[in-house]
């Protein structure tokens, strides 16, 4: 059945004589005449065939083992190519295992469609017990930006196009597209099913900002005595690298990137200010956000790491209006996409800007100075078992020596401390947690790194984050991924060695001493390596980018190293009634 299923892209009615199609069919033609390229998703009831046959009409299927990291690669691919990220599921199980992808993907502002296929409605709505029950569209809704469902093959064409305008324009986030099971069968006449499909013209239309906006930003900055601009994913994401590049060279203001944001400018640009981060949030007067929110990740924009109360004018640019004012009053708010906003604010300039006052940017280089001269002693130390500075030393050379190699990075003590140490140098090749700071996104991601951009990928990963999605290493052979796994392994979350003073259990945060990741990897083809020092993590992972051969090095670093909740610690509450 799957074969000739497969092979009948259009029958023939035997009644009428005309030519025929099926929803089955018209999803793929709508995908691809999309530009849908890549699907990422685990087959199964009703949603099989639907895979062999977007695969024989040359759509990349990527088989996983979880939808959860289906869903993550995704909602990378989308934050990669600005095009959403396709994640195909079964019913029920399977639509709930990729649906925390999907609101991963909304809260990051990452363009990402789930598709789902479901039961019958006709049963669903009457609670009968069908096969995987569950009433999917009511369930995805609050967990998304749109949720659509399609009942007639007549309307797949619509019901795509909207999917897909929905995931990219404006704030960009995530879409649940539901296809019953009955869908896929309907059958159409083929002419009048090829006419009802939609090319999404203009997915994500410029949104222009006003002049007026454009003019109150630049007198607030030019006003400025310790100014700062922050760029976030969202910039990142706008790739318009050029125009962001000359806008911060020509305002000569420094520069700190977010997380995802690292590598639009290099690290080592002598703007950044990421090594005197805390200096900069405190003591600038003016913050211009590009593309950040003043979320928990920059404390809200208040409290004691901004320095004294008032202190601080912002100015933000986004292309959501509502996140003006979500925390701390805008007096410079410029709504409108990034592209649209810096050639606007390039234009505005004119020919010549002055130059912040130079004791400020003085003032940040000292500082910047001061602190990567701190940390270079302790990145060049050969302990093993390693501690993270000697792991990561070695991979910032290695990443310097490779920049067009893409970072994936997740863990607490590994994502926190990797992301300070290892240097950036070319925009979106740091890829991470996010938002949610959620563990599970590195195998996901890797893989669509991989696929998106057919470069190297290099993974670092806390043991206690791959384990969420580890299974994907069989994906990454499967498919002979360019993808190193790095697993630094402190034996558990944060730390190897806590001891549960109550009975003969371990103590919740520790694993398995001594335990052989890499052996994960041997048992797929792939190659596995144990890593006991800096200098065998460095060998192996060169050999790994230089041969593309999926690897997985087990790097072993003292389970005392770590700290608790690596650099937010603060954030755990504590017991009233903890003894000191
Ligand atoms: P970070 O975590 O790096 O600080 P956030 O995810 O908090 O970044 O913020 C990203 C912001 O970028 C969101 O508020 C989103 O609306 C905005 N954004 C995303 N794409 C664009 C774009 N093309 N133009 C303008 N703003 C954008
Ligand atoms: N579950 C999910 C989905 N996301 C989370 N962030 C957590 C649980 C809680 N959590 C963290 O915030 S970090 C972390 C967990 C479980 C793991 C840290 O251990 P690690 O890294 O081994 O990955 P380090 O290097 O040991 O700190
Ligand atoms: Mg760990």
């Known amino acids: 059945m799957a074969e000739a299923a497969v092979k009948a892209k259009a029958a023939v009615s035997a009644d009428t004589d005309q030519e025929l199609t099926d929803g089955f069919h018209l999803i793929i033609d709508a995908l691809k005449l999309n530009g849908v390229k890549t699907i990422y998703g685990v087959p199964g009831i009703p949603?099989?065939?639907?895979?062999?046959?977007?695969?024989?009409?040359?759509?990349?299927?990527?088989?996983?083992?979880?939808?959860?990291?289906?869903?993550?690669?995704?909602?990378?691919?989308?934050?990669?190519?600005?095009?959403?990220?396709?994640c195909l599921t079964v019913s029920a199980p399977g639509f709930l295992n990729g649906l925390t992808a999907l609101a991963h993907a909304t809260t990051n502002c990452f363009p990402m469609i789930l598709i789902s296929g479901s039961s019958e409605r006709e049963v669903v709505d009457l609670q009968q017990g069908d096969y995987e029950e569950?009433?999917?569209?009511?369930?995805?809704?609050?967990?998304?930006?749109?949720?659509?469902?399609?009942?007639?093959?007549?309307?797949?064409?619509?019901?795509?196009?909207?999917?897909?305008?929905?995931?990219?324009?404006?704030?960009?986030?995530?879409?649940?597209?539901?296809?019953?099971?009955?869908?896929?069968?309907?059958?159409?006449?083929?002419?009048?099913?090829?006419?009802?499909?939609?090319?999404?013209?203009?997915?994500?239309?410029?949104?222009?900002?006003?002049?007026?906006?454009?003019?109150?930003?630049?007198?607030v900055l030019k006003s400025a005595k310790r100014p700062l601009i922050i760029l976030g994913k969202g910039a990142a994401y706008a790739q318009a690298d050029d125009a962001i590049r000359s806008f911060v060279e020509k305002s000569g203001v420094p520069f700190l990137p977010m997380s995802m944001a690292k590598g639009l400018l290099p690290d080592t640009h002598p703007q950044c200010a990421g090594a005197a981060r805390s200096t900069v949030l405190k003591d600038s007067d003016v913050v211009m956000m590009i593309g950040a929110r003043l979320n928990w990740l920059l404390s809200h924009g208040k409290g004691k790491n901004w320095g004294e109360p008032g202190s601080k004018k912002f100015i933000q640019i986004d292309i959501e209006p509502k996140e003006m004012d979500s925390n701390v009053e805008i007096v410079a708010p410029v709504v409108g996409d990034i592209a649209s906003c810096i050639d606007a604010l390039l234009a505005a300039m004119g020919g010549k800007w002055p130059a912040p006052p130079a004791d400020w940017v003085n003032a940040v280089?000292?500082?910047?100075?001061?602190?990567?001269?701190?940390?270079?002693?302790?990145?060049?130390?050969?302990?093993?078992?390693?501690?993270?500075?000697?792991?990561?030393?070695?991979?910032?050379?290695?990443?310097?020596?490779?920049?067009?190699?893409?970072?994936?990075?997740?863990?607490?003590?590994?994502?926190?401390?990797?992301?300070?140490?290892?240097?950036?140098?070319?925009?979106?090749?740091?890829?991470?947690?996010?938002?949610?700071?959620?563990?599970?996104?590195?195998?996901?991601?890797?893989?669509?790194?991989?696929?998106?951009?057919?470069?190297?990928?290099?993974?670092?990963?806390?043991?206690?984050?791959?384990?969420?999605?580890?299974?994907?290493?069989?994906?990454?052979?499967?498919?002979?991924?360019?993808?190193?796994?790095?697993?630094?392994?402190?034996?558990?979350?944060?730390?190897?060695?806590?001891v549960n003073p109550a009975g003969s259990d371990p103590a919740t945060t520790v694993f398995v001493a001594g335990a052989r990741y890499d052996k994960m990897m041997e048992a797929f083809g792939g190659v596995g390596v144990n890593a006991t020092s800096p200098d065998e993590l460095k060998r192996a992972v060169n050999t790994a980018m230089d041969s593309g051969k999926p690897t997985l090095i087990n790097a072993v670093i003292d389970p005392a190293a770590g700290s608790e909740s690596g650099r937010i610690g603060n954030l755990n509450p504590q017991s009233a009634l903890k003894k000191k």
């Not at 569209?137 to 007639?152: M, S, W």
């Not at 929905?166 to 309907?186: E, I, T």
């Not at 009048?192 to 222009?208: E, F, N, R, Y």
Request: aromatic share 6%; glycine share 10%; charged share 20%.
């Open 365 to 498: 280089k000292t500082k910047r100075e001061e602190n990567v001269a701190k940390m270079a002693p302790r990145l060049m130390n050969n302990n093993s078992p390693m501690d993270y500075h000697g792991a990561l030393g070695v991979l910032r050379t290695i990443v310097k020596e490779r920049p067009d190699a893409i970072l994936v990075n997740e863990g607490a003590n590994t994502l926190d401390l990797a992301r300070g140490v290892i240097d950036m140098y070319q925009p979106r090749k740091r890829l991470d947690v996010g938002t949610w700071g959620v563990m599970g996104v590195g195998m996901g991601q890797a893989i669509a790194a991989a696929i998106e951009t057919g470069k190297p990928v290099l993974a670092v990963e806390g043991d206690s984050a791959f384990g969420f999605c580890g299974m994907e290493v069989e994906t990454i052979c499967r498919y002979k991924l360019p993808v190193c796994v790095v697993i630094f392994n402190n034996n558990g979350i944060y730390r190897g060695t806590d």
């Open 134 to 219: 569950m009433d999917q569209l009511a369930i995805a809704k609050p967990l998304c930006k749109a949720a659509y469902r399609i009942l007639h093959a007549a309307d797949i064409g619509i019901g795509v196009a909207r999917a897909i305008r929905s995931a990219v324009s404006g704030r960009p986030g995530g879409v649940y597209l539901d296809l019953p099971a009955k869908l896929f069968g309907q059958i159409m006449n083929a002419d009048a099913g090829k006419k009802s499909l939609v090319k999404v013209i203009d997915a994500a239309p410029a949104q222009i900002p006003a002049p007026a906006a454009i003019k109150r930003a630049l007198d």
């Open 47 to 86: 949603i099989t065939d639907f895979g062999r046959m977007a695969q024989a009409e040359g759509i990349r299927m990527l088989s996983f083992r979880h939808e959860q990291n289906a869903g993550y690669a995704a909602a990378i691919a989308g934050f990669l190519t600005k095009q959403p990220g396709i």
